[in-house]
């Protein structure tokens, strides 16, 4: 797996890269089978990883952390990564799938709540043509943004 730098935002690693580097690495993943988890990241503050370990742990083992706002590209550009953009979770989805259609790639869509990941599917293969979809789920499990952990 290529190992990409990451700057440390608060505690989080934030992987230090672009929409192109992104993209090369999940292919690479889907091409070898490997399947590390790849997050998207605003601020540590507004999406809890400063506070809870574990939130901060998960991000850190992650494979990729995108640099999903513009202050954490300016502070990435500021520690010397000048190629660093602008890593923004729906584009890089719709990029990926884009791709994924030359290439026949899989795609399985995850929501947390029913009926989201269906609507996700049909919107894309809308857009994206010839989509494939390997199925979808949502989740039942309590989101700590509804006061539930």
């Known amino acids: ?31 070898r089978r490997g399947a590390p988890l790849c997050l998207r990241h605003r601020r540590p503050r507004r999406d809890g990883s400063q506070r809870d370990e574990n939130l901060r742990r998960i991000h850190n083992r992650a494979g990729l952390v995108t640099p999903d706002g513009m202050p954490l590209v300016w502070l990435s ?7 660093v953009e602008r890593v923004y979770g729906p584009d890089l989805m719709l990029a990926l799938c884009g791709r994924s259609a030359a290439k026949g790639y899989r795609h399985f869509f995850y ?3 029913q009926g989201v990941p269906e609507q996700l599917a049909a919107r894309l293969r809308g857009t994206v043509s010839g989509l494939a979809g390997g199925g979808d789920l949502f989740s039942s499990f309590p989101s700590s ?5």
């Open 77 to 83: 550009r500021l520690k010397g990564f000048r190629h």
């Open 1 to 31: 797996m290529q190992k990409v730098p990451r700057i440390n935002v608060l505690g989080v690693g934030v992987s230090a890269l672009n929409m192109e580097m992104a993209l090369e690495i999940i292919e690479g993943w889907i091409e």
């Open 111 to 113: 929501g947390g709540a």
């Open 145 to 149: 943004h509804s006061g539930g952990r």
